[in-house]
């Protein structure tokens, strides 16, 4: 089928400069960030997507998005990061050991350079970070690797990520499952396009038998791959047609070895370091929360009351960070709504971001 929205468009954004700012990591990786400018501002905004999302679920031309409305509402400058987890590099199609310290050490300090580089070391940044780019955002800043951050706003899970019973299952057993036994490097949602008799092809039809709440493959890969329900990501009712239909273009393919580290997050119950004995990581903490009450960025965390990817995790987070720093922090919960669609529902420059702005606006202020 014909796409109706072409792959990567920026024309969700209209009245900007727009730019592409390269850099890379000191592990060795070229990524990118988008530059949304109206005027210089003392105020820049840098959005942080999750796994197997990219910059692309923040300027959907099919409604009102995030960096519009940010533009709108008096942030003129808006940066888009696409890290080693976005579908616009290729990173995830690989048997990658990439772990959160990695992006955590690495990603988030060499983006802040560039950012800072362009804009001045005398602005004030503002993080907004969803799914495993707000937990690793966060284990950036609470593990010390940056800093001058003047407020985080992160969504569906923070530093204490909770899943549901079936979910934990599927992270115990389908990384080895599908990477050691059945061979697969990756998964991929928009298997469903390859050719017919193919393993990837072959794949999706398996999954589809047990997915009846839609007739979109894409969408029923996306439920294996994250979070328990029919569909879990989101509801189909928040979501435009369009974005339901071009789920396999927002969202892209990944390996395993995240899951790995989630694994051990939720088994944990907090964020901790993957392997404490890796040598590459030591500047990092074994326990992101363990100097929590040292960290003055104040945080709001945001989740959807039906999340069905990271439950509770944010509501337990915000539990947290009070008992240790009392009234620094806040939470949302937004009725209605689920992991994925906070920010890429129909609605959300209604239901959602006002909320935000709010945030952002005080602390600014």
Same mark, same amino acid.
């Given at each position: 089928m014909p796409r109706r929205i072409p792959l990567y468009t920026l024309d969700g954004?209209?009245?900007?400069?727009?730019?592409t700012h390269p850099f890379a990591t000191e592990d060795g990786l070229g990524l990118s960030m988008l530059r949304f400018l109206r005027q210089p501002s003392d105020d820049v905004v840098l959005v942080v997507?999750?796994?197997?999302?990219s910059s692309d679920m923040f300027i959907m031309p099919e409604h009102e998005n995030l960096v519009t409305f940010l533009l709108d509402n008096g942030f003129s400058d808006v940066w888009t990061l696409d890290f080693r987890m976005s579908n616009r590099h290729h990173y995830n199609r690989a048997r990658h050991r990439y772990t959160l310290d990695d992006v955590a050490l690495y990603d988030f300090?060499?983006?802040l350079r560039e950012l800072r580089s362009v804009v001045g070391e005398d602005r004030r940044v503002h993080v907004i970070a969803h799914c495993l780019g %707000?937990? %690793?955002?966060l284990m950036s800043l609470f593990g010390g690797a940056v800093d001058g951050i003047s407020s985080v706003i992160?969504? #569906? +899970?923070?530093?204490?990520?909770? +899943?549901?019973?079936?979910?934990?299952?599927?992270? #115990?057993?389908?990384?080895?499952?599908?990477?050691y036994v059945l061979g697969f490097p990756y998964l991929d949602p928009r298997w469903h396009?390859?050719?017919?008799? $193919?393993?990837?092809?072959?794949?999706?039809?398996? +999954? %589809?038998?047990?997915?009846?709440?839609?007739?979109?493959?894409?969408?029923?890969?996306? #439920?294996?791959?994250?979070? $328990? /329900?029919?569909?879990?990501?989101? #509801?189909?009712?928040?979501?435009?047609? +369009?974005?339901?239909e071009r789920g396999g273009d927002?969202? /892209?393919?990944?390996?395993?070895?995240?899951?790995?580290?989630?694994?051990?997050?939720?088994?944990? /119950?907090?964020?901790v370091k993957y392997d404490p004995g890796e040598q590459r990581h030591r500047a990092l903490?074994?326990?992101y929360l363990a100097n929590a009450a040292e960290v003055t960025t104040p945080v709001l965390l945001t989740t959807g009351e039906k999340n069905r990817v990271f439950a509770d995790s944010n509501i337990v987070c915000y539990e947290q960070l009070e008992a240790v720093a009392p009234g620094r922090h806040e939470l949302e919960v937004f009725p209605g709504y689920g992991h994925q669609d906070v920010f890429m529902g129909s609605q959300v420059a209604t239901d959602v971001f006002p909320r935000m702005l709010d945030f952002l606006k005080r602390q600014a202020a």
């Open positions: 954004v209209r009245d900007a400069r727009i730019g997507h999750g796994l197997t999302t300090p060499a983006a %707000s937990v %690793s955002f992160a969504n #569906s +899970v923070g530093l204490t990520p909770r +899943v549901p019973a079936w979910s934990r299952l599927k992270l #115990s057993v389908a990384p080895a499952l599908m990477e396009t390859e050719p017919k008799l $193919t393993r990837g092809w072959l794949f999706s039809r398996a +999954v %589809s038998l047990f997915h009846r709440e839609c007739d979109n493959p894409a969408c029923h890969m996306l #439920s294996l791959m994250w979070g $328990t /329900g029919w569909p879990a990501l989101y #509801s189909h009712e928040n979501l435009h047609d +369009v974005t339901h927002l969202y /892209g393919a990944t390996g395993f070895h995240y899951y790995r580290h989630v694994a051990a997050m939720v088994r944990a /119950g907090r964020a903490p074994d326990d």
